[in-house]
């Protein structure tokens, strides 16, 4: 049984997009989780922004047109936020870490109960996260685009893949450096979460 979550948006990330918004005002957003994992006796929750449900979706924030041109996929692709997280225990959020794509990036971390917003250094080298390449052949926006070790060819341009594997293990740095783990918890406040079992 895999356990499916499509989170509408975080009001807490405030990612500079002034388009659509939902009857609360919060920015609208579509995303789905990708991975769970155990760390610091907490659950670490990997979350992905798809390109597909966001570009191409008139109620979207970053909506940009029904029928983009690769050169607004691949603007989209490399500018827009890709993955965040949220770390979670005994079913409460600790913090939500998203890491930003403009006007630098970086990991923008918030804690949950104070809703104070840290920013912190990232180093991840590379032009496109994996789950964002993956996506890109997956929706087959450009028929010749490929994936050759960590490479993603794509509107005639080659693009450095960032692995999963990396980016999870930077923010467990992160996790462990500013210890927040061991932050207060705060129950989900700022999120609709939508849950279903496969």
């Known amino acids: 049984m895999k356990k499916l979550i499509q989170i509408t948006i975080l009001l807490i990330f405030s990612i500079q997009i002034s388009a659509q918004t939902d009857k609360n005002g919060n920015p609208i957003y579509n995303s789905i989780s990708t991975n769970e994992t155990e760390y610091k006796n907490c659950l670490l929750i990997s979350n992905y922004y798809t390109l597909e449900n966001n570009i191409e979706n008139k109620l979207s924030s970053v ?20 993955e965040f997280f949220i770390l979670t225990k005994e079913s409460k959020i600790i913090a939500l870490v998203m890491i930003q794509q403009k006007p630098k990036r970086e990991f923008m971390t918030t804690i949950m109960k104070s809703n104070k917003q840290n920013f912190d250094k990232c180093e991840l080298k590379g032009d496109i996260s994996e789950n964002r390449a993956n996506e890109i052949i997956k929706e087959n ?18 693009l450095k893949i960032i692995p999963n594997e990396e980016i999870e293990k930077a923010i467990k740095e992160l996790i462990q450096k500013n210890k927040l783990y061991k932050g207060p918890c705060e129950h989900i406040l700022a999120t609709r979460i939508y849950a279903a079992q496969k």
């Open 63 to 82: 909506f940009i047109s029904e029928s983009p041109t690769l050169n607004e996929i691949e603007n989209a692709a490399k500018k827009l936020p890709s």
């Open 141 to 158: 926006y450009d028929t010749t685009a490929t994936i050759n070790n960590d490479v993603l060819t794509f509107n005639g341009k080659k």
